[in-house]
Every structure is written in C-alpha cells, then in structure tokens.
C-alpha cells in the first residue's frame, strides 16, 4: 500500500500488487525499479480538515546530475 498526501486536500491510499521491473538501475545499483497494478485506492481526507504542507524533497547540489540521471532512466523503461 502507499500513501498519497498532498495540500491542500488530497489523501489516498493505493493498494495493488507491486512487482520488479529492474532489479539494479543502471545509474544506481542500490535503486530498483517496481510497477504497482493498482487494485483500489480509497479516499482518506475528511471534509473537516485541510492538509497544511507536504514532504517536499530536492537532491543537494553536489547529488543533483545523480538525481538528474536517476530520473531520466525512470522515464525511459521501454
């Protein structure tokens, strides 16, 4: 299952069954590469709150042409 959360009012949860595409990514061998067939996803928010921030990442400069790299052969799975 994962968890998706975003403000100001989105909060789902995601089941499904996940499988291994690529083992070791080729820019990174301690990365792999997984494919979820979504199963259900189901509605967590309540009309009573609102979602004030999110988990926001970036990678540190001297990470960014890894991060950068990372991503394109995430792009590119065919």
Sequence with gaps: M????????IAVSIR???RVVKQRMNHDEHFAMLEIDIEEV???MTY????D??????AKAKYQPWYEATM???GNTE
Excluded: F, M, Q, Y
């Design 53 to 58: 921030s999110a988990i926001t990442i970036s």
């Design 42 to 44: 189901k509605n967590d």
């Design 48 to 51: 009573r709150v609102v979602i």
């Design 2 to 9: 994962i968890a998706l959360v975003s403000p100001p009012d």
């Design 16 to 18: 499904g069954r996940a």
């Design 72 to 74: 394109r052969e995430l």
